[in-house]
């Protein structure tokens, strides 16, 4: 089965430091999305691709957060600096739209973030 | 705005009873409603999806979901629960032209007691 592959799975870091999430989508994918996770929020949309492009990104705290898309391979979401209130799990997931229409969406088994 | 409603945090059920986790929602347009699950320390899986068609429509692991555009619903029902149900639902929503990433819900927790 193809799977949306994010590293680390585990991340734990001090206050302060840079924190990189990577995300390969599936390939032939050509949407992908970057949530977060947490008791309090639920699920918050923090990012979204078409094609490599950002349709939304509002959802993003712009002052710490960036997300890109290098490549049609490769997602990133960074946080600089970290901060203990940006810890959750952080998910990705990539689907094919085509044209408005979907085939669905596949979930990475997503990064948790410990902000010490 | 899109939004989505599941208006129970907790759904307990018996093993072998049948199930129903509820999801209302909020649209511009014609909905595309999907349910996810997510089981502990994992990612969230795909269960089903309603784009167009048929009200009722079929998913994995038995489970079923069933369109109401009247009442902007979109149930996820199951006739017979297993322990092994038990996890976290979520249902989603977007619009149809895809410019919006998908909505989720609060989440509701199945519990399967055998």
């Known amino acids: 089965d193809a799977r949306v592959t994010q590293t680390p799975r585990h991340k734990v870091t001090e206050m302060g430091q840079e924190v990189t999430m990577r995300c390969q989508p599936i390939?032939?994918?050509?949407?992908v999305f970057w949530y977060r996770q947490t008791m309090m929020q639920g699920l918050e949309l923090l990012a979204y691709?078409?094609?490599?492009?950002?349709?939304?990104d509002s959802g993003m705290p712009k002052d710490r957060f960036s997300a890109e898309m290098p490549d049609a391979t490769l997602a990133t979401l960074k946080i600089q600096p970290s901060e203990p209130r940006d810890s959750a799990v952080y998910f990705c997931a990539s689907g094919l739209v085509v044209g408005g229409s979907n085939y669905g969406y596949t979930f990475g088994s997503g990064t948790r973030l410990t902000v010490v | 705005a899109q939004s989505v409603a599941q208006p129970e945090d907790q759904v307990n059920v018996a093993e072998g009873n049948p199930l129903t986790v509820k999801c209302t929602y909020s649209v511009s347009g014609n909905p595309y409603l999907f349910w996810y699950v997510q089981y502990p320390n994992r990612g969230l899986q795909f269960l089903l999806k309603y784009i167009t068609g048929d009200n009722l429509v079929k998913g994995s692991y038995g489970f079923e979901a069933e369109f109401n555009k009247s009442q902007t619903s979109f149930h996820l029902k199951k006739p017979s629960a297993l322990v092994s149900d038990s996890a976290l639902y979520f249902c989603?929503?977007?619009?149809?032209?895809?410019?919006?990433?998908?909505?989720f819900g609060s989440g509701t927790r199945l519990q399967v007691q055998p």
């Open positions: 390939l032939g994918h050509n949407t």
């Open positions: 691709f078409r094609n490599r492009a950002p349709l939304d």
């Open positions: 989603a929503v977007r619009d149809w032209t895809g410019r919006r990433a998908l909505t």
